[in-house]
């Protein structure tokens, strides 16, 4: 299995607080995106990055910002949660575009 | 941006049939990558199949193979002998440099 871990797996925290998820990855991979799962949505890019400080926004970025210091760490920020942005959130990993590798998703609640 | 369309939310085989899943998509661009991706119960992303938009050859691995028709931007999954673990949602996939997923279809093997 690819090395990517994403932490917390699991987080209930309350409308208007701050909330980093953060992704982890040992394959030294150009890309990384950070994705939502809604039921009827399948999964939405959330934001992406080719490169260190290289990010761009994907289809559902307002009210999320990433930052990536470092190749191996991805950061996903909600400035204010919402509890629209209550949902299940995926890391994921690519070099190149020939595949791509999941982390195991984060629940988020908010409440 | 790239869109990709899965057009069946829900499909149901009967054990060791065959079942073919659709998905199409949208891009100007000639070179890129197209995954399906299975998701079961477990919420963990595996990755079923991959084609590259360069090969006219189509993938097979195993029990699942593609139909990939480039000029009619299309991409289906076709799954031959049906198991009971083929159950779960599959994701229809496109890379480039970010990376856009289908809705989704909701696959149910039937015993």
């Known amino acids: 299995d690819a090395g990517i871990t994403q932490s917390p797996r699991h987080k209930v925290t309350e409308t208007g607080t701050p909330v980093t998820l953060r992704c982890h990855q040992t394959?030294?991979?150009?890309?990384m995106y950070w994705y939502r799962q809604d039921p009827g949505h399948g999964l939405r890019l959330i934001h992406y990055?080719?490169?260190?400080?290289?990010?761009d926004k994907g289809e559902v970025s307002d009210g999320y910002s990433v930052s990536r210091s470092k190749t191996e760490d991805f950061l996903l920020t909600l400035e204010s949660a919402t509890s629209s942005q209550t949902s299940v959130y995926f890391c994921?990993?690519?070099?190149?575009?020939?595949?791509?590798?999941f982390g195991q998703g984060t629940r988020l609640t908010v409440v | 941006a790239q869109t990709v369309t899965q057009s069946q939310p829900e499909m149901s085989v009967q054990e060791a049939e065959t079942v073919t899943l659709s998905c199409t998509y949208d891009?100007?661009?000639?070179?890129?990558?197209l995954f399906w991706y299975k998701q079961p119960p477990s919420r963990q992303m595996i990755l079923v199949i991959r084609?590259?938009?360069?090969?006219?050859q189509n993938a097979t691995e195993n029990r699942f193979s593609v139909n990939f028709q480039k000029a009619a931007k299309s991409f289906s999954l076709k799954i031959s002998d049906s198991q009971l673990g083929d159950t779960a949602m599959y994701f229809c996939a496109f890379i480039l440099n970010d990376m856009r997923f289908g809705a989704g279809t909701r696959l149910t093997v039937k015993p």
């Open positions: 990055s080719y490169g260190v400080k290289d990010t």
């Open positions: 084609q590259e938009a360069y090969k006219q």
């Open positions: 394959e030294n991979h150009r890309y």
């Open positions: 994921a990993i690519s070099e190149s575009g020939r595949v791509a590798f």
């Open positions: 891009t100007s661009e000639n070179n890129y990558y």
